[in-house]
């Protein structure tokens, strides 16, 4: 059983929520996606969908509700969107009910992965905002983690790595 929660952040295209999934399935854990439940919340079907109708301050206005919404609830698996960390009182109510884990994979590897048409902003393809975003973001992921995940070897090595990390500090003794 988790003590805390496990939120892990990282930029789009680091395996967030595929780590975050299956680590949780393998734990029989809760899993939350932040962005996924921004969506439930608007009744919207997609992230570009709500900036497209909403706008990005509401958004992300949202995404703090859903961590205040987390806080109440049983410890869980919750993958982040990867603006998260912008917001200092974000990265007080993670630190507050869990543990930060910056899931850390080279842009190189994002790049190759990343799905450009789900991205608000990004529907031209163009991997420069990528690399500008992951330029701006990554000093946010840093300061705000807990632990630093590598995940530049793999899916089944960065699960085994997540793993290793909850068995060490989330859970009861």
């Known amino acids: 059983m988790l003590k805390l929660h496990i939120f892990i952040v990282g930029m789009a295209g680091a395996g967030k929520t595929s780590l975050g999934r299956k680590l949780a399935q393998n734990m ?3 899993f939350v996606d932040t962005d996924q439940r921004v969506c439930e ?18 958004f992300r206005n949202a995404e703090t509700g ?3 919404e987390m806080a109440g609830q049983d410890p869980c698996i919750v993958s982040t969107g990867s603006g998260i960390c912008n917001d200092a009182m974000n990265v007080t109510l993670m630190k507050n009910h ?11 590897q994002i790049l190759s992965d990343i799905k450009t048409d789900r991205r608000p902003g990004l529907a031209g393809g163009d991997h420069k905002d990528i690399i500008n975003e992951y330029s701006r973001e990554i000093g946010y992921y840093r300061a705000a983690a807990d632990f630093r995940l590598d995940n530049s070897k793999g899916f089944v090595t960065g699960l085994k790595n997540l793993t290793d990390i909850v068995d060490k500090v989330a859970l009861e003794a």
């Open 98 to 108: 869990g543990i930060i884990v910056f899931v850390d994979r080279p842009l190189d």
């Open 66 to 68: 859903v961590l205040m």
């Open 28 to 30: 029989n854990l809760r």
């Open 41 to 58: 919340m608007m009744g919207l079907s997609s992230v570009s969908t709500v900036y497209a109708v909403l706008g990005e301050d509401l």
